[in-house]
């Protein structure tokens, strides 16, 4: 097998004249996933994004590898099943990037005491999520006093809290997920990934089934020759299956879910915590991440235009009741420093109830034509979610053309790109001329690779300064960006390659003209084009800002503690 370049002017020069096994349409964690399993099963496979990797719902998560308590409370005991079997896995095939998590769940009542009814659904839920699976990380949960509660959130209101339950699951930073695990298709297991390739038709051939994909890139359109094509394009996928099969099949019912980034001096929680909403039946996690923290999610039907979700006054009001309920300093407006929404790709049932209360589980549609549409799911069970697919795929569409050995999915065990060397990154850091925090950072951002991160700096030590000042990112990482994992523009850079854009949009839009003549001379760009480049992600950041009905808030002032 010829391993692919991660590279797009190779990736779109063998989209042209290459025929393939699979194309996948999408490049968020479920396309990701679906074009590695089929790779490393010995597909000849190649997979288009319209926009950037993860630029859809895959990088706007909670970033949760987790089973899901309310979950298991709604009784869908199969999904927190499946997604704690998941969590085991990435916590094995990623160590880099998918960390373990304890989060808290403060319990409340009156006079000291918890209604006997919520303490025993709680205890039931505890002991029936250790049950299903959370006993692999070798750490059950368990009851925590007051002062216990207190230490691991110093901010709970005292006065009501009674004790809490501590458990545990993990995180993940959800667009490096996605471009580890785009690497690790093509420079691993030979699949061509190519991003800014929009689908814009279908072809069949004489028989009816599908036997091409009609993409536009670079103000050019061609086809790509394929014997199966998978739907990945979440949200989106009955626009896909609309040039499939010739009618809209209505079959999404996309659900809203915002974020709010605040400095963590506000809140103080070393773990994560579960918070209940007033008036609402539901509760909303809040996440500390290095210097800040993020509170979310909301959950509300949407029937905006489903390319631009955003984050609402009303949204922003409905995550600061929550917080300042359950939080002794009370976080305004002024004290967010970033947000984001995105759509949760979710399959319409015949309940009309609320979008918290429909299944996260996944759907497998077969066109007549053979497009296979994989929706629903979750980050967590991506790779089960991939599996299931492309054992449809394999079965059903390709049959016989299929090459041997393709039945059955190999990713269980298959390690991510970086996953390999990332022990020893801060151990080496001496050798670079790197500090051990630049390090650590580099390691759980590129694990093994990070070496070549701080190869780089060792060449030029001004790429270990910030990439946005007040923020972790070093220079070098920008680098990396454009030249090994396909970023392209000054918005992939500091929205997903780096969050910088999560946890401080304001400084990110002032840092965007440094970004965009750093990366410049990489993507061969004039002084123009390195411009108009900073503009946009400026005006991405002014309307997503404006949206919230926000005003900018710079870090040195959200950081200051006095
Ligand atoms: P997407 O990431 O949207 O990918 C689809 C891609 O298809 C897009 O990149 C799009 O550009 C591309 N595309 C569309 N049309 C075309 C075309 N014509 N040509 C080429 N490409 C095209 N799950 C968890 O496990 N843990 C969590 O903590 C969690 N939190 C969440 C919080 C929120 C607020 C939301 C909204 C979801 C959350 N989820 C979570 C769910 C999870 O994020 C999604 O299930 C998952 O990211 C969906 O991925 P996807 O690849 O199916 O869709």
Redesign the pocket.
């Known amino acids: 097998m010829t391993l692919a370049a991660f590279e797009r002017a190779t990736s779109l020069d063998r989209l042209r004249h290459e025929t393939f096994d699979l194309v996948v349409?999408?490049?968020?964690?479920?396309?990701?996933?679906v074009a590695l399993d089929a790779a490393s099963r010995g597909l000849k496979v190649a997979l288009?994004?319209?926009?950037?990797?993860?630029?859809?719902?895959?990088?706007?998560?909670?970033?949760?590898?987790?089973g899901?308590l309310r979950y298991l409370q709604q009784g869908d005991v199969k999904l927190v099943y499946e997604?704690l079997a998941e969590r085991q896995r990435l916590l094995t095939n990623a160590p880099h990037l998918v960390k373990l998590l304890p989060f808290l769940l403060p319990m409340f009542g009156k006079g000291g005491v918890i209604p006997a009814k919520i303490a025993r659904l709680l205890g039931t839920a505890m002991w029936g999520y250790d049950l299903t699976g959370g006993f692999k990380v070798g750490k059950l949960h368990k009851r925590v006093t007051k002062s216990e509660a207190l230490e691991y959130m110093p901010t709970l209101p005292a006065k009501n809290l009674v004790s809490g339950y501590l458990y545990f699951d993990a995180?993940a930073d959800?667009s490096r997920l996605?471009v580890a695990i785009c690497r690790t298709a093509a420079l691993h297991h030979g699949a061509v990934m190519a991003n800014r390739?929009?689908?814009?038709g279908l072809t069949q051939g004489a028989a009816g089934n599908v036997n091409g994909v009609t993409?536009a890139a670079d103000g050019d359109e061609f086809t790509i020759a394929t014997n199966a094509v998978v739907n990945?394009?979440?949200?989106?996928?009955d626009?896909?299956r609309t040039?499939d099969e010739g009618t809209d099949p209505d079959s999404m019912r996309p659900?809203?879910?915002?974020?709010l980034t605040v400095p963590h001096h506000l809140v103080r929680n070393t773990i994560a915590a579960v918070i209940p909403v007033p008036k609402d039946r539901r509760s909303v996690?809040v996440v500390p991440h290095g210097e800040f923290t993020y509170i979310?999610?909301?959950?509300t039907d949407y029937d905006g235009s489903i390319d631009d979700p955003q984050c609402t006054e009303d949204d922003i009001d409905y995550l600061l009741s929550a917080i300042n309920a359950n939080n002794v300093n009370t976080i305004t407006r002024d004290d967010i420093v970033g947000t984001w929404?995105?759509?949760?790709?979710l399959v319409k049932s015949a309940s009309s109830g609320r979008t918290a209360d429909l299944s996260?589980g996944h759907n497998i549609h077969r066109s007549p034509s053979g497009v296979v549409t994989?929706?629903?799911?979750?980050?967590?069970?991506?790779r089960h979610m991939a599996a299931d697919t492309v054992d449809e795929v394999v079965s059903e569409v390709l049959g016989a053309r299929a090459p041997r050995g393709a039945k059955r999915s190999v990713t269980k065990k298959l390690r991510l790109r970086g996953a390999d060397g990332y022990q020893s990154v801060t151990a080496a850091a001496r050798g670079y001329g790197v500090t051990n925090a630049v390090a650590d950072h580099l390691a759980n951002r590129f694990g093994g690779e990070a070496r070549a991160v701080m190869a780089m700096i060792k060449d030029d030590p001004t790429l270990a300064e910030p990439l946005v000042p007040g923020l972790p990112y070093v220079r070098a990482e920008a680098i990396f960006a454009v030249r090994h994992e396909m970023a392209r523009s000054v918005d992939d850079v500091l929205s997903r390659r780096t969050r910088a854009r999560l946890y401080g949009r304001a400084d990110s839009a002032a840092a965007a003209d440094a970004v965009a003549e750093l990366i410049a001379p990489e993507l061969g760009w004039s002084a123009a084009e390195a411009a108009a480049s900073a503009a946009e992600f400026r005006a991405l950041c002014e309307h997503e800002r404006d949206a919230a009905g926000l005003e900018d808030v710079l870090l040195g002032t959200a950081l200051a503690t006095v």
Not at 341 to 345: I, K, S
Request: glycine share 18%; proline share 1%; charged share 20%.
């Open positions: 349409i999408g490049g968020g964690v479920t396309g990701a996933g288009v994004e319209r926009d950037d990797f993860s630029s859809g719902t895959s990088s706007k998560s909670s970033k949760l590898i987790h899901g997604a995180a959800d996605v390739v929009t689908v814009t993409v990945a394009a979440g949200v989106w996928a626009r896909v040039l659900a809203k879910g915002v974020h996690f979310g999610t909301t959950d929404a995105g759509l949760r790709p996260r994989i929706t629903g799911g979750k980050l967590t069970t991506y």
